[in-house]
Protein backbone atom coordinates (compact mmCIF):
# COMPACT_ATOMS: atom_id res chain seq x y z
CA UNK A 1 0.00 0.00 0.00
CA UNK A 2 1.46 3.07 -1.00
CA UNK A 3 2.10 6.11 1.66
CA UNK A 4 1.93 9.37 0.31
CA UNK A 5 3.66 10.50 -2.90
CA UNK A 6 5.30 13.69 -3.76
CA UNK A 7 7.49 15.26 -6.82
CA UNK A 8 9.50 15.99 -7.72
CA UNK A 9 12.33 15.18 -4.73
CA UNK A 10 14.57 18.25 -5.63
CA UNK A 11 14.03 21.60 -7.47
CA UNK A 12 16.17 24.68 -8.12
CA UNK A 13 14.63 27.45 -9.75
CA UNK A 14 15.12 31.31 -10.07
CA UNK A 15 13.99 34.04 -7.73
CA UNK A 16 11.28 35.54 -10.02
CA UNK A 17 9.85 32.15 -11.12
CA UNK A 18 7.14 29.70 -10.51
CA UNK A 19 7.04 26.39 -9.44
CA UNK A 20 4.54 23.40 -9.38
CA UNK A 21 4.72 20.75 -6.39
CA UNK A 22 2.50 17.40 -6.41
CA UNK A 23 1.59 15.20 -4.02
CA UNK A 24 -0.77 11.83 -4.34
CA UNK A 25 -2.43 10.81 -0.83
CA UNK A 26 -2.04 7.24 0.71
CA UNK A 27 -4.46 5.15 -0.27
CA UNK A 28 -8.13 5.85 1.13
CA UNK A 29 -7.51 9.68 2.25
CA UNK A 30 -9.19 12.11 0.74
CA UNK A 31 -7.85 15.07 2.59
CA UNK A 32 -4.08 16.92 1.88
CA UNK A 33 -2.44 19.53 3.60
CA UNK A 34 0.50 21.45 2.45
CA UNK A 35 3.48 22.31 5.35
CA UNK A 36 6.55 24.29 4.78
CA UNK A 37 9.87 23.42 6.50
CA UNK A 38 12.79 25.56 6.64
CA UNK A 39 16.08 24.67 7.83
CA UNK A 40 16.28 24.13 11.61
CA UNK A 41 12.59 24.54 11.82
CA UNK A 42 9.39 22.54 12.26
CA UNK A 43 7.28 22.10 9.47
CA UNK A 44 4.62 25.19 9.38
CA UNK A 45 1.07 24.74 7.87
CA UNK A 46 0.24 26.37 4.27
CA UNK A 47 -2.85 24.99 3.76
CA UNK A 48 -5.28 22.03 3.78
CA UNK A 49 -7.95 21.00 0.46
CA UNK A 50 -10.66 18.91 1.14
CA UNK A 51 -13.64 18.00 -1.71
CA UNK A 52 -11.28 20.32 -3.73
CA UNK A 53 -11.50 23.22 -1.98
CA UNK A 54 -9.02 25.01 0.61
CA UNK A 55 -10.26 24.18 4.07
CA UNK A 56 -8.00 26.15 5.71
CA UNK A 57 -5.18 28.33 5.13
CA UNK A 58 -2.38 29.07 7.37
CA UNK A 59 0.10 32.46 7.08
CA UNK A 60 1.07 32.56 4.09
CA UNK A 61 1.02 35.00 1.50
CA UNK A 62 -1.22 34.47 -1.58
CA UNK A 63 1.56 33.51 -3.86
CA UNK A 64 0.98 30.59 -2.56
CA UNK A 65 -2.06 28.44 -3.93
CA UNK A 66 -2.94 24.93 -4.62
CA UNK A 67 -5.48 22.89 -6.03
CA UNK A 68 -6.87 19.42 -5.12
CA UNK A 69 -7.95 16.93 -8.41
CA UNK A 70 -11.27 14.86 -8.13
CA UNK A 71 -8.72 11.34 -7.22
CA UNK A 72 -7.41 13.42 -4.21
CA UNK A 73 -4.37 14.25 -5.45
CA UNK A 74 -2.84 17.56 -4.83
CA UNK A 75 -0.46 20.69 -6.01
CA UNK A 76 1.32 23.20 -4.37
CA UNK A 77 2.46 26.16 -6.46
CA UNK A 78 4.66 29.17 -5.87
CA UNK A 79 4.51 32.57 -8.06
CA UNK A 80 7.27 34.79 -7.79
CA UNK A 81 9.60 32.73 -5.93
CA UNK A 82 11.69 34.71 -3.44
CA UNK A 83 15.17 33.07 -1.61
CA UNK A 84 13.34 32.73 1.32
CA UNK A 85 11.03 30.19 -0.10
CA UNK A 86 13.94 27.89 0.01
CA UNK A 87 12.69 24.93 2.50
CA UNK A 88 11.17 21.33 2.14
CA UNK A 89 7.66 21.18 1.46
CA UNK A 90 5.86 18.66 2.96
CA UNK A 91 2.22 16.86 1.65
CA UNK A 92 0.20 15.13 4.67
CA UNK A 93 -2.84 13.10 3.65
CA UNK A 94 -5.68 12.33 6.23
CA UNK A 95 -9.28 10.28 6.16
CA UNK A 96 -11.90 12.82 6.52
CA UNK A 97 -11.92 14.82 9.42
CA UNK A 98 -8.64 15.96 9.00
CA UNK A 99 -6.61 15.84 11.84
CA UNK A 100 -6.45 11.87 12.83
CA UNK A 101 -4.23 9.46 10.93
CA UNK A 102 -2.11 12.18 9.35
CA UNK A 103 0.64 10.89 7.05
CA UNK A 104 3.74 12.60 5.87
CA UNK A 105 5.04 12.41 2.40
CA UNK A 106 9.27 12.60 2.41
CA UNK A 107 8.89 16.03 1.02
CA UNK A 108 10.23 17.94 -1.81
CA UNK A 109 13.36 20.08 -1.30
CA UNK A 110 12.96 23.41 -3.57
CA UNK A 111 16.30 25.65 -3.75
CA UNK A 112 15.79 28.71 -4.92
CA UNK A 113 18.92 31.08 -6.59
CA UNK B 1 4.15 33.33 17.74
CA UNK B 2 5.39 29.90 18.47
CA UNK B 3 2.36 27.75 19.89
CA UNK B 4 4.23 24.84 20.54
CA UNK B 5 8.31 24.96 21.99
CA UNK B 6 10.98 22.21 22.10
CA UNK B 7 13.33 24.19 24.51
CA UNK B 8 15.89 21.58 23.99
CA UNK B 9 18.03 21.18 20.69
CA UNK B 10 19.59 18.32 21.48
CA UNK B 11 19.78 15.79 23.73
CA UNK B 12 22.39 12.59 24.28
CA UNK B 13 21.54 9.08 25.86
CA UNK B 14 23.94 6.38 26.27
CA UNK B 15 22.31 2.96 24.75
CA UNK B 16 19.91 1.70 27.07
CA UNK B 17 18.96 4.39 29.54
CA UNK B 18 15.83 6.32 29.13
CA UNK B 19 15.42 9.06 26.33
CA UNK B 20 12.95 12.22 27.82
CA UNK B 21 12.13 14.76 25.42
CA UNK B 22 10.00 17.62 26.20
CA UNK B 23 7.31 19.90 24.99
CA UNK B 24 5.77 22.81 26.10
CA UNK B 25 2.21 23.85 24.61
CA UNK B 26 0.47 27.41 25.11
CA UNK B 27 -3.13 26.75 23.85
CA UNK B 28 -5.61 25.30 26.08
CA UNK B 29 -7.93 24.35 23.12
CA UNK B 30 -5.20 21.91 21.63
CA UNK B 31 -6.86 18.67 21.93
CA UNK B 32 -4.54 16.35 20.14
CA UNK B 33 -0.71 15.47 20.33
CA UNK B 34 1.91 13.91 18.36
CA UNK B 35 5.59 12.82 18.46
CA UNK B 36 6.97 12.69 14.72
CA UNK B 37 10.44 10.89 14.11
CA UNK B 38 12.16 12.01 11.34
CA UNK B 39 15.71 11.16 9.48
CA UNK B 40 17.52 13.44 7.07
CA UNK B 41 16.14 13.10 3.62
CA UNK B 42 12.66 11.65 4.89
CA UNK B 43 9.35 13.22 5.99
CA UNK B 44 8.26 12.82 9.16
CA UNK B 45 6.96 8.80 10.45
CA UNK B 46 4.34 9.11 12.93
CA UNK B 47 5.77 7.72 16.09
CA UNK B 48 2.94 7.85 19.14
CA UNK B 49 -0.16 10.36 19.69
CA UNK B 50 -2.34 11.12 23.10
CA UNK B 51 -5.89 12.60 22.90
CA UNK B 52 -6.23 15.60 25.54
CA UNK B 53 -9.02 13.34 26.99
CA UNK B 54 -5.74 11.01 28.43
CA UNK B 55 -2.86 11.23 30.38
CA UNK B 56 -0.62 8.52 29.37
CA UNK B 57 -0.48 6.55 26.03
CA UNK B 58 2.22 3.34 25.75
CA UNK B 59 3.20 1.96 23.01
CA UNK B 60 6.26 -0.46 22.94
CA UNK B 61 9.60 1.18 23.88
CA UNK B 62 7.22 4.53 23.87
CA UNK B 63 5.61 6.62 26.38
CA UNK B 64 3.73 10.12 25.91
CA UNK B 65 2.63 11.67 28.65
CA UNK B 66 0.26 15.01 29.02
CA UNK B 67 -0.08 17.74 31.69
CA UNK B 68 -2.87 19.31 30.85
CA UNK B 69 -2.45 21.50 33.78
CA UNK B 70 1.20 22.38 32.64
CA UNK B 71 0.38 22.51 29.39
CA UNK B 72 3.45 20.00 28.40
CA UNK B 73 3.84 16.70 26.91
CA UNK B 74 6.67 14.54 27.37
CA UNK B 75 7.74 11.87 25.34
CA UNK B 76 9.70 8.38 27.18
CA UNK B 77 11.75 6.47 25.12
CA UNK B 78 13.22 3.07 27.24
CA UNK B 79 15.59 1.28 26.46
CA UNK B 80 17.35 3.65 23.59
CA UNK B 81 17.87 2.07 20.85
CA UNK B 82 21.46 3.86 18.25
CA UNK B 83 18.66 2.95 15.63
CA UNK B 84 16.29 5.76 17.81
CA UNK B 85 18.88 8.50 16.88
CA UNK B 86 16.60 11.14 15.07
CA UNK B 87 15.52 14.83 15.18
CA UNK B 88 12.02 14.42 17.10
CA UNK B 89 9.33 16.69 16.32
CA UNK B 90 5.72 17.42 19.14
CA UNK B 91 2.64 19.03 17.17
CA UNK B 92 -0.57 20.15 18.43
CA UNK B 93 -3.81 20.43 16.70
CA UNK B 94 -7.10 21.99 17.79
CA UNK B 95 -8.59 21.11 14.38
CA UNK B 96 -7.65 20.80 10.92
CA UNK B 97 -3.41 21.79 11.50
CA UNK B 98 -1.31 21.12 13.44
CA UNK B 99 1.33 23.17 14.84
CA UNK B 100 4.84 21.68 15.01
CA UNK B 101 7.74 22.24 17.56
CA UNK B 102 11.46 22.86 16.04
CA UNK B 103 12.84 19.28 16.97
CA UNK B 104 14.89 17.71 19.62
CA UNK B 105 17.76 15.61 17.93
CA UNK B 106 18.37 12.72 20.12
CA UNK B 107 21.96 10.95 19.28
CA UNK B 108 22.18 7.40 21.25
CA UNK B 109 25.39 6.22 22.10
CA UNK B 110 26.05 2.97 21.57
Known amino acids: DAGVTQSPTHLIKTRGQQVTLRCSPK?????VSWYQQALGQGPQFIFQ???????QRGNFPDRFSGHQFPNYSSELNVNALLLGDSALYLC????????????FGSGTRLTVV | DQQVKQNSPSLSVQEGRISILNCDYT??????FLWYKKYPAEGPTFLIS?????DKNEDGRFTVFLNKSAKHLSLHIVPSQPGDSAVYFC?????????FGTGTSLTVIP
Open chain 1, 49 to 55: YYEEEER
Open chain 2, 91 to 99: AASAGNQFY
Open chain 2, 27 to 32: NSMFDY
Open chain 1, 27 to 31: SGHDT
Open chain 2, 50 to 54: ISSIK
Open chain 1, 92 to 103: ASSPTGGSYGYT
